[in-house]
T-cell receptor, first 115, second 112 residues
Framework: EAQVTQNPRYLITVTGKKLTVTCSQN?????MSWYRQDPGLGLRQIYY???????DKGDVPEGYKVSRKEKRNFPLILESPSPNQTSLYFC??????????????FGPGTRLTVT | TQLLEQSPQFLSIQEGENLTVYCNSS?????LQWYRQEPGEGPVLLVT?????EVKKLKRLTFQFGDARKDSSLHITAAQPGDTGLYLC????????????FGTGTRLKVLA
């Protein structure tokens, strides 16, 4: 089954404790992206990657890191989480071939609470 | 910074009623997408519109892209409880970037 998986689905942590949210897709997609979703603000893009070893900032990258060492994986790293990073996080992937725009496939989300 | 504003933010209607959701921007987008998100899940693509003035129909859903490509609308005819969800418009890959811009969302609840 074609899918984007995220782990963990739920996470409660404390300020300053480094954490990683994993994202994996089995569709051989080149493009992967991380979003955060907050009430009244919609989805905001954190980082995206066009392919292995190619990453770039979205609209809200502060406090986050990413890496793309393998095509299928795109982990989101919070080196020192703060309470304002409490949010619902989504990973997404898509093709980059053919005509724009591309359909993004989203993971099920990770609900993060930082106390 | 490009922004997409959706209205209304919340909508609660009775089964069988019609409704329209709007997505507006001060910027021109080369294309717009509409996604629906159900509780506990990620957004799922409904449609993509790419030409100014374009109208697309998906069963009871009608999508329109404004002539100036700054706005879009989603019209649902005879809404059903299964239409309940969060509707998001999205534009992207403009101005030489590979970013996506999502709207603020419209949360729809259809009562049986």
């Amino acid at each position: 089954e074609a899918q984007v998986t995220q782990n963990p689905r739920y996470l409660i942590t404390v300020t300053g404790k480094k954490l990683t949210v994993t994202c994996s897709q089995n569709m051989n997609h080149e493009y992967m992206s991380w979003y955060r979703q907050d009430p009244g603000l919609g989805l905001r893009q954190i980082y995206y990657s066009m392919n292995v070893e190619v990453t770039d900032k979205g609209d809200v990258p502060e406090g986050y890191k990413v890496s793309r060492k393998e095509k299928r994986n795109f982990p989101l790293i919070l080196e020192s989480p703060s309470p304002n990073q409490t949010s619902l996080y989504f990973c997404a992937s898509s093709w980059t071939g053919g005509e724009l725009p591309y359909e993004q496939y989203f993971g099920p989300g990770t609900r993060l609470t930082v106390t | 910074t490009q922004l997409l504003e959706q209205s209304p933010q919340f909508l609660s209607i009775q089964e069988g009623e019609n409704l329209t959701v709007y997505c507006n921007s001060s910027s021109v987008f080369s294309s717009l997408q509409w996604y629906r998100q159900e509780p506990g899940e990620g957004p799922v693509l409904l449609v993509t519109v790419v030409t100014g003035g374009e109208v697309k129909k998906l069963k009871r859903l009608t999508f329109q892209f404004g002539d100036a490509r700054k706005d879009s609308s989603l019209h649902i005819t005879a809404a059903q409880p299964g239409d309940t969800g969060l509707y998001l418009c999205a534009g992207g890959w403009d101005s030489g970037t590979y970013k996506y811009i999502f709207g603020t969302g419209t949360r729809l609840k259809v009562l049986a």
